[in-house]
C-alpha cells in the first residue's frame, strides 16, 4: 500500500493541510438562506462576502468557499492562486449543485454537464469529454464524483501520487443517487438503501458495516465515513484517531449528517447539533442550534445555510369587519424543510382572530390561515405577528366599519299615497344577517325602521309608504348600520293627477299594429304609472308610465289574430280615476288572389299574389289549396310582419288541351280563388 501522502504547497498552513475537511451537505431542493460560518480562525473561507445575500448552498474548500443563489449563479471567494476563486463566466445563472475540494471547485449545470476549475495538477478539473446528464456531484480534496441520470457514477482526479483507486468506480455499480468524496476513497448511497465504498481502505473507511442499511443519507471525512438510516440513527465507520467514529450512545432523530477530516456532525430534527471527534482548541464546535439549516460543508471552516425568519403577509392591507371578505395569511420562509415549522400566531385587537398557531409542511415553503374579523365602530388597526426559529414578524390590517353607502329611491317623485321601493348598497357583505335602521324625516313617507341585510349580500331593498300632500313634499329617507346616517336620499311626494281620457282603436285588424293614449288632467311632475288591463285578445301592456313633465303617454295595441269579429274591453286606472273604451277586432283575411294573366301555358311557372286586408305586425301564414294535378305549389305562405301580401310560383304541367285550373288561398273562414287557363 501506498503511503498516505501530506506534502503540502507552499500557500497552505501547515495546520490546514492536517485538517482538511472534504464533505458537503445540501439538504434535497434548492434552498435559500443566510450562511454562517466557523472553524479555523485564519482560513480565508470564514471570509464571507458581507453582501452575499440569499444563498441555497454553499462548499466549503481548503482555503476558498462557494455559495450557490437562488437563481442558479455560483460567487466564490478566499484564496485564489490557482484560481479556485475565479468563477468561469460561462456558468451564468445556470448552476444548480456546487462542491469544492482542497482547491478545485465544481459546479453542475441544470443541462446535466459539469464544469471544474482551480488547481487541476492531480486531474480534479478534468472533467471527462462527453460527460452529461450528471445530478449530482461531489468532490475529495484531489478528486470529483459525479452521478448521472441512469444511476452510475463517473469519477476522475487524483492521479499520480495521490491514486489510491477512489476513482476507480466498481464495474457494476448503478442505481445510485448520492455520492460523497473523502480524503482518498469514495461512497456512494443507492437508491435501495445501500452503501458502496472504494479506494483507500487503510483505516476501514471502505469496510462497509455488513447489513447496513435503509440509509438516507452519507458523508465521507478524510479517512473515515458516515451513514444516516431512514430511523434517525447514525452509523460511523473507519479511521478512529481522534474518536469520529464513536457515535453517540443513543443519538437519535438524526436528520442531516456531515463528516469533517477527523470529526463528525449530526443535526437533529428539532435543530440541535452533535458533534464528536477532533476539534482543535474548539474550532468546529457548532452553535447549539441550526434550525432550518439547507446545507453544510465541512472543510477547514464550516459553512451552514441557516433559513430565513419566517415572514407573515396579510392578502389585503384592509378589510371591513365582518364582511365575507376572505382574508388570508400566508406565513413563508425561503426555502422548503426537510421538517414541519410551527409558526405562532397572535392578534393585537380582539377586532380580528387568528389561529394560535400555523404549520409550514415539510417540503413546503409557506402556509395559509384564515383570518376571521368582526364588525367595528371605528376604524381598528391590528397586528397580526408570527413567531419562530426566535424571530419574530408582523403584518398591519386595518379593520374598517361596515356601511352604508348609497341609498337610491325608484323615483324621484311619487304621488301620494303609493309605494316606492329603495335599495341601499352597503361597502362590503356581511358573513351573517345585518340588522340596518331606516327612517324619513318627513310625515309624507314613512320608512319601515329595521331592515335585514341579508348574508353574503350588498344591498338590501326596502319599501317607502307615501301619504296623500296638499302641496309638493320633499322626504330625506336615510339608512345607517351605526348610529348615525350614513346613507341617504330623497323623495319628492306630490299630489296625484286623474286621468282625463283613454283612447283606443275603436276598429282594428288581428295582427294589425296599432296605439292608444292616456291623458291627464294636468302635467306630470313626476313619473306617473298608469295601471292598464283589458281583454287578451287586445295585447295592450300592463301599465304605461307618462313621464315626469308631459301629461300624456302612448302606448302600443297589438291584437291577437282573432277568427271571428270579436268586441274587446280596456280600463286605464290609478288611485283616483279609471276611463274604459271599447275595440272592435276584426278578422284578417285574404283581400285578393292575382296572377298576372288569365291565361297561362302549360308547364310554365306562374307567379301568384296573395294579399291580406291589413299590413300585419308579425309574420302571418296564409294556407293555399290547388283544383288539380296540373297547377300546384306550396300549401301555405307567410307574409312578412310589415307586409299587406306575399308572391310565390306555381307550377304547371304542360296539356294537349286548354284546362282551367285555380289557386285558393284561405284565412280566418274566408278564402279567395283565382282561376286561369292552362293551354297547349
Not at 176 to 182: D, E, P, T
Not at 275 to 292: Q, S, V
Not at 344 to 355: F, G, H, K, Q
Request: hydrophobic share 40%; glycine share 10%.
Amino acid at each position: 500500500m501506498k503511503p498516505l501522502p501530506f506534502t503540502r504547497p507552499p500557500w497552505m498552513p501547515r495546520m490546514v493541510a492536517l485538517l482538511f475537511l472534504w464533505a458537503v451537505l445540501v439538504v434535497p431542493g434548492l434552498a435559500a438562506g443566510v450562511v454562517i460560518s466557523w472553524g479555523h480562525t485564519y482560513s480565508s473561507t470564514r471570509n464571507v462576502p458581507a453582501n452575499l445575500g440569499r444563498v441555497s448552498a454553499v462548499a466549503a474548500g481548503g482555503g476558498h468557499g462557494l455559495a450557490l443563489t437562488p437563481s442558479g449563479s455560483v460567487v466564490a471567494w478566499g484564496d485564489d492562486w490557482a484560481g479556485q476563486a475565479t468563477v468561469p463566466p460561462e456558468l451564468g445563472n445556470d448552476v444548480k449543485a456546487i462542491a469544492a475540494g482542497s482547491a478545485h471547485s465544481v459546479a453542475l449545470k441544470n443541462g446535466g454537464t459539469v464544469v471544474a476549475w482551480g488547481w487541476g495538477e492531480y486531474g480534479q478539473t478534468a472533467v471527462p469529454d462527453g460527460l452529461s446528464d450528471v445530478v449530482s456531484i461531489a468532490s475529495g480534496p484531489y478528486h470529483t464524483l459525479a452521478v448521472k441520470s441512469d444511476g452510475t457514477v463517473v469519477a476522475w482526479g487524483a492521479t499520480q501520487s495521490l491514486d489510491y483507486g477512489q476513482t476507480t468506480v466498481p464495474a457494476d455499480l448503478t442505481d445510485v443517487k448520492a455520492v460523497a468524496g473523502g480524503g482518498y476513497h469514495s461512497l456512494a448511497l443507492k437508491n435501495g438503501g445501500t452503501v458502496v465504498a472504494w479506494g483507500l481502505n487503510g483505516q476501514g473507511q471502505c469496510s462497509v458495516p455488513d447489513g447496513l442499511t435503509n440509509v438516507v443519507a452519507i458523508s465521507a471525512g478524510e479517512r473515515h465515513s458516515l451513514a444516516l438510516k431512514s430511523d434517525g440513527t447514525v452509523v460511523a465507520w473507519g479511521y478512529n484517531s481522534s474518536g469520529q467514529i464513536d457515535v453517540p450512545v443513543g443519538l437519535s432523530d438524526v436528520v442531516q449528517i456531515v463528516a469533517g477530516s477527523a470529526a463528525s456532525l449530526a443535526v437533529k430534527s428539532d435543530g440541535t447539533t452533535v458533534f464528536w471527534g477532533y476539534n482543535y482548541e474548539n474550532w468546529w464546535t457548532p452553535p447549539a442550534k441550526l434550525p432550518g439549516l439547507k446545507s453544510i460543508s465541512f472543510n477547514s471552516v464550516v459553512l451552514a445555510v441557516l433559513e430565513f425568519q419566517p415572514l407573515v403577509e396579510l392578502s389585503a392591507p384592509t378589510v371591513v369587519g365582518g364582511s365575507t371578505a376572505n382574508i388570508k395569511g400566508t406565513v413563508s420562509i425561503p426555502a422548503a424543510d426537510t421538517a414541519p415549522l410551527k409558526v405562532t400566531l397572535s392578534r393585537s385587537n380582539s377586532a380580528v382572530s387568528v389561529p394560535t398557531s400555523v404549520t409550514i409542511p415539510a417540503g413546503a415553503t409557506s402556509a395559509t390561515f384564515n383570518v376571521t374579523h368582526n364588525l367595528v365602530s371605528t376604524t381598528t388597526p391590528v397586528t397580526v405577528t408570527a413567531s419562530a426559529l426566535g424571530y419574530t414578524n408582523v403584518a398591519n390590517l386595518s379593520v374598517t366599519p361596515l356601511k352604508a353607502t348609497t341609498l337610491k329611491v325608484n323615483s324621484s317623485g311619487l304621488y301620494g299615497g303609493r309605494t316606492a321601493s329603495a335599495v341601499v348598497w352597503f361597502n362590503a357583505a356581511p358573513r351573517v344577517a345585518l340588522n340596518f335602521q331606516t327612517a324619513s324625516d318627513s310625515s309624507a313617507v314613512t320608512a319601515p325602521g329595521t331592515v335585514s341585510l341579508p348574508p353574503n349580500s350588498t344591498f338590501a331593498a326596502f319599501s317607502l309608504t307615501t301619504h296623500p300632500v296638499v302641496t309638493t313634499t320633499t322626504a330625506n329617507i336615510t339608512a345607517s348600520v351605526g348610529a348615525s346616517p350614513e346613507a341617504s336620499a330623497p323623495l319628492k311626494v306630490v299630489a296625484s293627477p286623474t286621468i282625463v281620457s283613454f283612447t283606443m282603436p275603436s276598429v282594428i285588424y288581428g295582427n294589425q299594429r296599432s296605439s292608444g293614449k292616456v291623458t291627464l288632467n294636468s302635467t306630470a311632475i313626476a313619473d306617473q304609472v298608469i295601471t292598464l288591463s283589458g281583454d287578451a285578445a287586445l295585447g295592450i301592456p300592463s301599465s304605461v308610465t307618462v313621464a315626469a313633465g308631459r301629461s300624456y303617454a302612448n302606448f302600443s295595441v297589438w291584437p291577437a289574430d282573432v277568427a271571428t269579429i270579436t268586441t274587446a274591453h280596456s280600463n286605464a286606472s290609478m288611485p283616483f280615476s279609471a276611463v274604459g273604451a271599447q275595440t272592435t277586432i276584426n278578422p284578417l283575411v285574404v283581400l285578393s288572389v292575382t296572377v298576372p294573366s288569365t291565361t297561362a301555358r302549360g308547364g310554365d311557372p306562374v307567379p301568384v299574389t296573395v294579399t291580406l286586408t291589413r299590413t300585419v305586425a308579425v309574420d302571418t301564414t296564409v294556407t293555399l289549396a290547388y283544383s288539380s294535378t296540373n297547377i300546384a305549389g306550396p300549401t301555405s305562405v307567410t307574409v312578412l310582419a310589415g307586409a299587406k301580401s306575399v308572391q310565390f310560383t306555381a307550377t304547371t304541367l304542360a296539356v294537349t288541351s286548354n284546362k282551367s285550373v285555380s289557386v285558393t288561398a284561405s284565412r280566418n273562414g274566408v278564402s279567395v280563388r283565382r282561376s286561369l287557363t292552362l293551354t297547349p
